[in-house]
């Protein structure tokens, strides 16, 4: 099975900054699209952004773009998001998935994971 493990949540005040990180133990992100989606509470999925394979560009969601930048490093298989200017809204646990679950802008993504948890609250 699909093993993938996000870390670096955390509680942080409105305007402040996390980087989340995802990895995995056996699967290789390197020629797969990437995504990350999120989960508020109460909520369903909502993609946030994409990145390409290799070093494909990055998308994202309206909401969170331009204070959101997914990157990625295939030498460690490491994918992060680092997300600044953080909101209430922002609120949520986030997933990594790959492009087999998931595409941009859907809502309808596949999660398999944990997650990490961010709360944005003063």
């Known amino acids: 099975a699909l093993h993938l493990v996000e870390s670096g949540g955390d509680w942080v005040q409105p305007g402040g900054s996390l980087r989340l990180s995802c990895t995995s133990s056996?699967?290789?992100?390197?020629?797969?699209?990437m995504h990350w989606v999120r989960q508020a509470p109460g909520k369903g999925l909502e993609w946030v952004s994409s990145i390409g394979a290799r070093d494909g560009p990055a998308t994202y969601a309206a909401s969170v773009k331009d204070r959101f930048t997914a990157f990625r490093d295939n030498a460690k298989n490491m994918l992060y998001l680092q997300m600044d200017s953080l909101k209430t809204d922002d609120t949520g646990v986030y997933f990594c998935t790959p492009s087999n679950d998931c595409s941009s802008g859907s809502s309808s993504c596949r999660v398999r994971s944990q997650g990490t948890r961010v709360t944005v609250s003063s």
């Open positions: 056996n699967f290789t992100f390197r020629d797969y699209i």
